[in-house]
């Protein structure tokens, strides 16, 4: 069975940031959502829990990170091609997000990008060509 990925992120609008995962592609898992949660549904094993800071605090003793001042964590999801990297940024920054906070990345075999969500969050979008990268890792071997 494929291990299943669930982002918990503290939010602090959930209807903004609902709606906002909704405009990147994401789907809305009713069945796991109620008023002070949506699960964000990106692939079969990749979900974001979009959690009110009062749910979120249910799971930690740990003060919340303002993720718009300090470093949290980098969360990185794969694209079929460059161009899937751009509409997804393309989608943030159409929703309200902060367009490449991070450097974006291009190594001819490797391209991403990345975007704030609306509370700071940071996603980067990568797409990576295997047997180039591998290529180009053993030619520097």
Known sequence: MAKLIFVNLPVSDLERSTAFYEAIGAEKNEQFCDATASCMVFSETIHAM???HDKFRQFTPK???DARVVSEVLICISA???????AMVGKARAA???LDPTPTQ??????????????GHIWEVMWMDVAAA????????
């Open 50 to 52: 979009l959690l009110t």
């Open 63 to 65: 003060k919340i990170a």
């Open 80 to 86: 079929d091609s460059r161009e899937d990297v751009d």
């Open 134 to 141: 591998q290529a180009a890792m053993a030619a520097d071997a």
């Open 96 to 98: 309200g997000g902060t």
């Open 106 to 119: 291009d190594f001819g075999f490797m391209y991403g990008r990345s975007f704030e969500d609306p509370d």
